[in-house]
């Protein structure tokens, strides 16, 4: 019984002390090359240290052409106005548009301001943009004003007749049906009391910003979530189903590695 108990002890031991070491592990199958273990917002500052003047991104409609280094400059100064904002980590930021540079830019700087940007669906109307928004209880909403025959104004308006009512203030939005949703941002550049222009975000922040998002980046976990999304299934309402960074970044890196992409290689997206 001594003995017994003498070898539980050294059990217990040797357990707390590989309790102190352990390391997430991760499995993967035929593959020469292990995961990423990275951030988006570590891989986007990765690539832009090595191809600082290669070609990111060129979105025709817009006629905007950006290197790395251009975009992400675009994304710190976003993400630094998402902290300018109130918007704290794990936030809820939906965007409601179509394809556009401003997307891109949202997508990356939510991710390293440490948000959680909701995609939401462009063809949804009130009921659906209430429910996605309330489910995941967005903080802040980035819209277009219209997309074919969607005037996306009108569509919140019908949840939340607030926002077209004069006087209203876009730092002291309260919602009756959207209790969660703090904070406007339209893709236009038209005037409106309950919105910030998207344009403004670029120059919306100072000093203890950058000092805060520095501090997010240095806390930040490739596991930690960054995106949800929703998805129908054959009934019921949406199902939102959420990416984290490893996910997203290692599904890119993977395809592309598949498909055999190279720095100077160039991808045509023409989806939706």
Not at 104 to 109: N, R
Not at 168 to 185: G, S
Not at 202 to 229: F, G
Request: hydrophobic fraction near 35%; proline fraction near 5%.
């Amino acid at each position: 019984m001594k003995k017994l108990l003498s070898n539980k002890g050294s059990n217990l031991k040797c357990l707390k002390n590989f309790s102190q070491v352990a390391r997430p592990s991760y499995v993967h199958g035929t593959s020469d090359h292990s995961l990423i273990y990275l951030t988006i917002g570590q891989l986007l500052n990765r690539t832009t240290h090595k191809y600082p003047s290669n070609l990111a991104v060129h979105v025709q409609h817009q006629k905007i052409t950006k290197t790395y280094s251009e975009l992400y400059a675009d994304v710190q100064k976003v993400a630094a106005a998402f902290v300018s904002l109130n918007l704290q980590p794990k936030d809820r930021i939906g965007i409601y548009s179509p394809n556009n540079y401003e997307w891109l830019v949202t997508q990356l700087a939510a991710a390293a301001a440490d948000l959680i940007l909701v995609n939401i669906n462009p063809a949804y109307q009130s009921e659906e943009l209430k429910y996605t928004l309330n489910k995941v209880k967005c903080k802040a909403l980035v819209m277009a004003s219209t997309h074919k025959k969607s005037n996306y104004i009108e569509i919140l308006s019908k949840i939340a007749p607030e926002i077209k009512e004069e006087g209203a203030k876009r730092h002291k939005l309260k919602l009756k049906e959207l209790p969660n949703l703090k904070t406007l941002i339209s893709l236009d550049n038209e005037v409106r009391g309950s919105f910030y222009n998207f344009q403004d975000l670029y120059d919306m922040h100072d000093s203890k910003d950058i000092i805060e998002l520095d501090k997010r980046a240095a806390k930040m976990n490739p596991d930690d979530p960054t995106n949800i999304q929703f998805t129908s299934g054959t009934t019921g309402f949406p199902k939102g189903a959420t990416l984290s960074h490893i996910n997203i970044v290692n599904n890119g890196f993977f395809v592309g590695q598949t498909i055999n992409y190279s720095p100077e290689d160039r991808v045509c997206i023409p989806v939706p």
